[in-house]
């Protein structure tokens, strides 16, 4: 069951200088409506995972860890791999997170982020099918949120995809009609897309993207598009108690098409520097 | 290695909680415990000597309410006989209606929310706290009560007295600098506030630079410093 | 250089006294610390030691919640141990197991001598300990980096908390085991004391020691704690070090 929740308790003085700002066109950072905070990406740093990632969007911080096992496919995709998204809000990136299992929040922010991969076929999951109906190759995309400062949407996003393009799998022979033999080689995993989600919240009369905390406490509503590498939407989310009138969704949009090419280098080039 | 050199730090050395401060006939000051004749560190902070006592002076902690401390809150609840206010400390603090308002206003009382809404911010004074019940405050002294401009920030109470300086030098020396108002709150709350956003952006940034450098010795000619670049390159480039 | 087990048979220690990741019989693992890295967390500290990933965090002193958990004339110390899906070889599910809960206990009672919580009464000072990759000795890492945390959070301590454990492999006392061999070892000593006091606030066993090779291990361990105490006062002192070494390098520019 979902319920309103607890308005958090910003000063009716802090609400109305954010605001202003905002209206002003500056932010409470100094930032544009449409600039994204800096972003940090860092990868590989979980030797045991198959991949991983570090990801900061100024001073939000999300880690990703990628684990690849053997398992058995749904039963009505015999011929794919599966893949699995999980979001852990641990209470030590936030004062008001508590322990406990994922809540709705930590719920919707997987599903967003599952959606923008697998609706954008981000992952060749056909690929990943190692005997049809019986073993498959099962990706777990485990989101760690250790510093929550805003925008846990799109940070969440970068940080997968950056921790699925530097991920090793094991590479495997299939033997007869049952048995498969690991390599003992192995390989990326087969990323055929690279969706961006864009967060922009509506604050007063006004729309910005990259939402801090204290912007996100004060928004009337957020909404999320994922962009696809050939700016196709794979994914559109909408939070929060307030609305969208159809005009600000067009051209939330067209910012998040734009925007999304430019997350996409930076990252494309981040994962490509670390590499090296 | 220690039981020979009564003192073991020196002046504003970076202490950690448990380090040997001094062993002999010392007092134990703020921050400190005393086993015996040894004085140990409590918390991280500068090592500080004065005559025969030894304190530290804490780089970080929470802000625990004392009587007569002026602090900003923010009204979080409404009661049936007064408000109840976040003073960002590990208690919530209480202001009766009684001491927001006057025999004169009486009649305002039917209606709390006439005075103080929830979300509005004041500038009040602890009046009471101790161990067994939540701090008290009070808004009814001069220059006490809602605030209704100008931007609040937040900084660690512990770099407070940092900010005030020796006498109040830096506070004054901000406030001459920038023309700004300061108001500070002992729990790690600061009002500025300026007819000009530019001076309050100054203002602000040099207070969160002491929160940053409090440790650093000759602050306040590197505070001063800043204060007076960032406005001449203001005027310079205008925006 | 460091070798891989075939099975079971292979020695872990090898004839030279050098064991499978290249340490002598009584070396620590690397150890890197870091405090005050999350902007959230009142306190925060980071570790690694040998692959263990270790993030630790620090909430309070704050008002309890649900009131009814408080204490009249302290604070109350609330520790969670936990592990991420990805930090172990084989994915594992997200959800509290026993042992979580049983070192969740073991490591708060490993702090709880060390924190002077009569000075914050009716309130919680909450320990997160999330593990983000996991290779033998988590506990006591974790309760090394928690009393960095609790320092970098300005909680009054008598003193610092550092752990360390040894293990019983091959026959052999080894200090700091890593996985591998604690899990096939036939002895584990977790050990936490607090330096300048010279009291132990953890000691846990599990496997088999004569008395003698018992004291020898404990002896063994509380050297290593005294040496990582030695690493924790550095970290302490370099968060404050560093402000003042980027300061002379940017001039104290505002960001």
């Keep these: 069951m979902s319920a309103t929740p607890q308005l958090s308790p910003i000063a009716k003085m802090e609400r109305r200088t954010l605001i202003d700002l905002i209206e002003s066109g500056k932010r409470l950072d100094g930032r544009s409506p449409f600039d994204y905070r800096p972003i940090k990406v860092r990868t590989g740093i979980i030797e045991k995972a198959n991949g991983s990632s570090f990801v900061e969007l100024g001073k939000t911080k999300v880690m990703v860890g990628v684990k690849v096992e053997l398992g058995e496919p749904f039963e009505d995709t015999p011929d794919q791999g599966v893949l699995t998204v999980n979001v852990e809000l641990v209470p030590l990136a936030s004062p008001t997170f508590e322990p406990g299992p994922p809540n709705e929040n930590a719920i919707e922010l997987a599903r967003v982020v599952d959606r923008g991969l697998r609706e954008s076929e981000a992952i060749g999951l056909g690929e990943l099918c190692l005997i049809p109906g019986k073993k498959v190759q099962v990706i777990f995309i485990d989101i760690y949120v250790l510093d929550y400062d805003g925008n846990l949407i799109d940070s969440s996003a970068l940080a997968s995809l950056a921790a699925l393009l530097t991920s090793r799998i094991p590479k495997y022979t299939v033997k007869g009609e049952d048995k498969i033999e690991a390599k003992g080689e192995d390989a990326p995993l087969p990323i055929k897309n690279y969706p961006i989600a864009v967060t922009a919240a509506k604050i007063g009369g006004s729309v910005i993207l990259d939402p801090s905390y204290e912007e996100e406490q004060v928004m009337d509503a957020r909404l999320t598009i994922t962009v696809d590498k050939d700016d196709k939407i794979c994914a559109a989310q909408k939070g929060g108690l307030g609305t969208f009138h159809p005009s600000e969704v067009d051209s939330i949009i067209d910012r998040a098409i734009s925007k999304s090419s430019e997350l996409r280098s930076k990252l494309l080039e981040a994962v490509k520097a670390g590499e090296s | ?239 | ?255």
């Design chain 3, 1 to 255: 250089m460091p070798r891989s087990i075939q099975n079971k048979s292979d020695r872990l220690i090898g004839k030279d006294g050098i064991r499978v990741d290249g340490r002598r019989l009584d070396e620590l693992r690397p150890i890197k610390m870091e405090v005050g890295i999350l902007d959230k967390a009142d306190g925060s500290a980071y570790i690694e030691q040998g692959k263990n990933k270790i993030m630790v965090a620090v909430f309070g002193p704050r008002e309890a919640h649900p009131k009814h958990v408080a204490l009249t004339d302290r604070a109350v110390l609330r520790c969670r141990y936990h592990m991420a899906p990805f930090s172990t070889e084989e994915r594992r599910s997200p959800a509290p197991s026993r042992r979580d809960m049983e070192l969740s206990k073991v490591i708060r009672e490993a702090l709880e001598p060390a924190v002077i919580s009569q000075l914050y009464p009716r309130t919680t000072i909450d320990v997160f300990a999330e593990i983000l990759q996991s290779d033998g000795g988590t506990r006591c890492a974790s309760i090394t980096a928690a009393s960095l945390a609790l320092a970098d959070a300005g909680i009054p301590m008598r003193d610092m908390v550092a752990a360390c454990a040894v293990g019983k492999v091959d026959g052999e006392i080894v200090l700091d085991p890593c996985d591998i061999e604690d899990k096939n070892g036939e002895a584990d000593l977790p050990v936490a004391i607090m330096p300048n006091l010279g009291m132990i606030t953890l000691l846990q066993m599990d496997g088999k020691l004569s008395k003698e090779e018992f004291e020898r291990g404990l002896n063994m361990a509380i050297k290593a704690c005294v040496e990582i105490h030695g690493r924790q006062r550095e970290a302490l002192k370099n968060k404050y070090l560093e402000i003042e070494r980027s300061m002379e390098e940017y001039g104290g520019e505002e960001q």
């Design chain 2, 1 to 239: 290695m220690v039981k020979d050199m009564p003192l073991n730090v020196q002046r504003r050395e970076i202490v950690i909680p448990g380090e040997l401060l001094a062993d002999g006939k010392y007092l134990a000051g703020a921050n400190t415990i005393k086993e015996g004749d040894a004085i140990y560190a409590t918390r991280v902070g500068l090592a500080n000597i004065e005559g025969n006592r030894i304190a530290v002076v804490a780089l970080a902690g929470c802000y625990i309410p004392a009587v007569g401390d002026q602090v900003i809150g923010r009204i979080v609840d409404i009661g049936l006989s007064g408000w109840q206010v976040d003073i960002d400390a590990p208690y919530p603090a209480m202001l009766p209606a009684s001491e927001a308002v006057d025999h004169r206003q009486e009649h305002l009382k039917q209606d709390l929310t006439r005075i103080l809404d929830v979300g509005d911010l004041i500038i009040a004074k602890v009046l009471a706290f101790d161990r067994t019940r939540d701090p008290l405050l009070t808004i009814k002294d001069q220059g006490l009560g809602r605030i209704t401009s100008g931007r609040v920030v937040k900084i660690s109470p512990a770099k407070v007295p940092r900010l005030i300086g020796r006498k109040g030098s830096m506070i004054s020396m901000i406030k001459r600098e920038t023309g700004c108002q300061v108001i500070v709150g002992k729990n790690g709350r600061i009002l500025v506030s300026s007819r000009y956003p530019f001076r309050e952006q100054v203002a602000v940034a040099a207070i969160y630079k002491i929160d940053r450098e409090a440790h650093i010795e000759g602050l306040t000619d590197r505070v001063r410093e800043m204060i007076r670049r960032m406005i001449m390159d203001a005027s310079i480039h205008p925006e």
